[in-house]
């Protein structure tokens, strides 16, 4: 734990709370983390755990090693402006807006003709509530190797994280993983009502989706064969399983998974576009 790394989040929401949980204790005493929230009814929860809070920014920003932006793409241009005049030379500006490009932000941070470079856009999503995140991150060219690793050690305290190579690749990991868990939910969903049409309970149908939807992922990160090796292993020729996935082959499965990824990753790029002006 490092007790000379200060941490300021500009926004206080749950993915802020989340990262925050996983911070604190960890990476940096609690009273290091100052957290900028306009709901002020929020700011008990944040003084109870030890950290300092204000409804906008000041001073304290400029002590802070680390900014974390966490709001709403929509209101980050009006946030920037209203907390760029505490910006330092040494301050790594770290963003989880999703649908806002680091040049754009950049651009916002920096003077004019001089984005800020000092930057690292992630993507994570919302298991990083429960400390099983997966976060994307992709650094503009003056994030060095120590910020890089600072980053990456920060968004870690919530789950795993991959770096990817520019704002692109970020819309596919938003579509891959930051939309992902939705994904599952809906899976979820449909093999709980079909146990249930099958004649399983609710809460039978309910233990036996996610035990098995927990252990397959779990046997998947620990093997090391590929996922369609261990598919095949569970499939016996003219077996039950074989009916079930040609079911699934049957209404183009895989072709499906690609056009969903392929809307989510054309509707981040067109936030981005929105967002930017």
């Known amino acids: 734990m490092e007790n000379q790394l200060s941490i300021a989040f500009i926004g206080g929401g749950n993915m802020a709370a989340a990262l925050a949980s996983g911070l604190a204790g960890k990476v940096c005493p609690a009273g290091n983390i100052h957290v900028i929230d306009i709901n002020t009814e929020a700011h008990a929860a944040w003084q109870a755990r030890g950290m300092t809070t204000a409804t906008a920014g000041d001073e304290t920003l400029a002590r802070a090693r680390v900014w974390i932006y966490a709001v709403k793409p929509q209101n980050m241009r009006d946030v920037v402006a209203s907390t760029r005049q505490w910006l330092r030379d040494d301050t790594l500006v770290i963003s989880v807006a999703a649908g806002l490009r680091a040049d754009t932000l950049a651009d916002w941070l920096g003077a004019p003709g001089q984005p800020w470079q000092r930057l690292v856009r992630c993507m994570p999503n919302t298991p990083a509530l429960v400390g099983a995140g997966m976060t994307g991150l992709a650094a503009l060219d003056g994030v060095d190797a120590a910020d890089r690793e600072l980053a990456a050690r920060l968004l870690g305290s919530v789950g795993e994280v991959v770096w990817v190579a520019d704002d692109a690749a970020l819309d596919a990991v938003t579509a891959l993983s930051g939309s992902g868990p939705a994904y599952v939910f809906l899976f979820l969903e449909a093999l709980i009502e079909a146990?249930?049409?099958?004649?399983?309970?609710?809460?039978?149908?309910?233990?036996?989706?996610?035990?098995?939807?927990?252990?397959?992922?779990?046997?998947?990160?620990?093997?090391?064969?590929?996922?369609?090796?261990?598919?095949?292993?569970?499939?016996?020729?003219?077996?039950?399983?074989?009916?079930?996935?040609?079911?699934?082959?049957?209404?183009?499965?895989?072709?499906?998974?690609?056009?969903a990824l392929e809307a989510a990753a054309n509707r981040s790029r067109e936030l981005a576009r929105e967002f930017g002006k």
């Open 195 to 259: 146990g249930q049409s099958l004649g399983l309970s609710a809460e039978q149908a309910r233990q036996l989706a996610l035990g098995t939807f927990a252990g397959a992922t779990r046997l998947a990160a620990e093997s090391s064969d590929p996922p369609g090796v261990l598919r095949e292993r569970v499939t016996s020729k003219g077996g039950t399983t074989a009916a079930a996935l040609g079911v699934f082959q049957d209404g183009d499965f895989r072709g499906l998974v690609g056009r």
